[in-house]
C-alpha cells in the first residue's frame, strides 16, 4: 500500500490549495479515504472523509464550507480542495485509509498559511 501526497505549499490567508494523494497498492475503488492534519504541538486530527463510491462525505467543523474532498476513482486519487485559508490551516496534511489489513498513511505534505 503506498499513498503519497502532493500540492502543499506557503499561501497567503484567504488563498487556496489543492492536495492530491495518489493511492497504490489496494483496491482503491472499494475503499474509503480520509484527510488528516497535524499542528505542531497538535495530536492528529480528521479533517474530511469520503466514501468509496464518493457519495458520502463529511468534514470537520473547523473546515466546513472551505475544505471538498473529492476522489478520482479512474486515477486511483483523492484531493482536498482547500479555500479561503486561515493561519490555523497551518499543519502537515496527511491521507490515510483504512483496510482489512490495518491503517496505512502518507508522508505528509506541508500547508503554511502565512502572510
Known amino acids: 500500500v503506498q499513498l503519497v501526497e502532493s500540492g502543499g505549499g506557503l499561501v497567503q490567508p484567504g488563498g487556496s490549495l489543492r492536495l492530491s494523494c495518489a493511492a497504490s497498492?489496494?483496491?482503491?475503488?472499494?475503499?474509503?479515504m480520509n484527510w488528516y492534519r497535524q499542528a505542531p504541538g497538535k495530536g492528529r486530527e480528521l479533517v474530511a472523509f469520503i466514501s468509496s463510491g464518493g457519495g458520502m462525505t463529511t468534514y470537520a467543523d473547523s473546515v466546513k464550507g472551505r475544505f471538498t474532498i473529492s476522489r478520482d476513482n479512474a486515477k486511483s486519487t483523492v484531493y482536498l480542495q482547500m479555500n479561503s485559508l486561515k493561519p490555523e490551516d497551518t499543519a502537515m496534511y496527511y491521507c490515510?485509509?483504512?483496510?482489512?489489513?490495518?491503517?496505512?498513511w502518507g508522508q505528509g505534505t506541508q500547508v503554511t498559511v502565512s502572510s
Open positions: 497498492g489496494f483496491l482503491f475503488v472499494r475503499s474509503n
Open positions: 490515510n485509509t483504512r483496510i482489512i489489513t490495518g491503517a496505512y
